[in-house]
Structures are given as structure tokens and as C-alpha cells.
């Protein structure tokens, strides 16, 4: 078992920028990636970032692309989205989320592919 606990959420202004963090702590387990998705109020849960974990390569969903960046510490099983230029369409709570199994050598952007997950850390932009 795997349990996440996402950090840095707040209220921000448009254009304002800010880090969340995720610590993966637990018994041992399998990465292959961690993610970040987010949903937002009457909306179901979206894809943001995902990297994987042994080569360190990242994939962004287009709404965030060239904004967002997805990085992680392997010592201490971290992983952190530093979010720019955000807008009130980026308001929502962001989940951080695991992925213990196999699933494909492509990015892992489905949910599915996903074991565990954090509680989640509200992100709120005031235009």
C-alpha cells in the first residue's frame, strides 16, 4: 500500500503561479508513473501531467501545455507540478496519483492506470 499526500494549494490571482507537492510514503511498491489530474466543480476528473518514473519523461494534456510542469525527486519519492500563468479555468482540486502496475509504454493519462491517489489540494484562481 502506497499513500499520497499533495501540498501547496491555495487561492491565487490570474497570471499568478504556484507549486504543489506530492510525498509518496508506505510500504514498498512499483512506480512506473505519477500523475496529476484535476476536477473541476460539475465536471468529471481530467488528465493533467503524468512522468514516468524511470526515465523521467513528462506528457501534459494541451490545456496546460507550455504552462505546467511536471518534475520529480526519486530519493524522496516526490513529485511536484509547478503551475504558471494560471487562469480561473485552472481552478479545481488537483489529485496526485500513482501507478504501481504495468500498463503500456506510453504515457499513463487514464485514470484506470492509476492504483492510488491523494485526497486531493484545491487550487483557486480569482480573475
Known amino acids: 500500500q502506497a499513500q499520497l499526500v499533495e501540498s501547496g494549494g491555495g487561492a491565487v490571482q490570474a497570471g499568478g503561479s504556484l507549486r504543489l507537492s506530492c510525498s509518496a510514503s508506505?510500504?514498498?511498491?512499483?512506480?512506473?508513473?505519477m500523475g496529476w489530474f484535476r476536477q473541476s466543480p460539475g465536471k468529471e476528473r481530467e488528465f493533467v501531467a503524468t512522468i514516468r518514473w524511470s526515465t523521467g519523461g513528462t506528457y501534459y494534456a494541451d490545456s496546460v501545455k507550455g504552462r505546467f510542469t511536471i518534475s520529480r525527486d526519486n530519493a524522496k519519492i516526490m513529485v511536484y507540478l509547478q503551475m504558471n500563468s494560471l487562469n480561473a479555468e485552472d481552478t479545481a482540486v488537483y489529485y496526485c496519483?500513482?501507478?504501481?502496475?504495468?500498463?503500456?509504454?506510453?504515457?499513463?493519462?487514464?485514470?484506470?492506470?492509476?492504483?492510488?491517489w491523494g485526497q486531493g489540494t484545491q487550487v483557486s484562481v480569482s480573475s
Open positions: 508506505g510500504r514498498t511498491f512499483s512506480r512506473y508513473a
Open positions: 496519483a500513482l501507478a504501481a502496475s504495468y500498463s503500456g509504454l506510453g504515457y499513463y493519462t487514464r485514470e484506470r492506470q492509476y492504483d492510488y
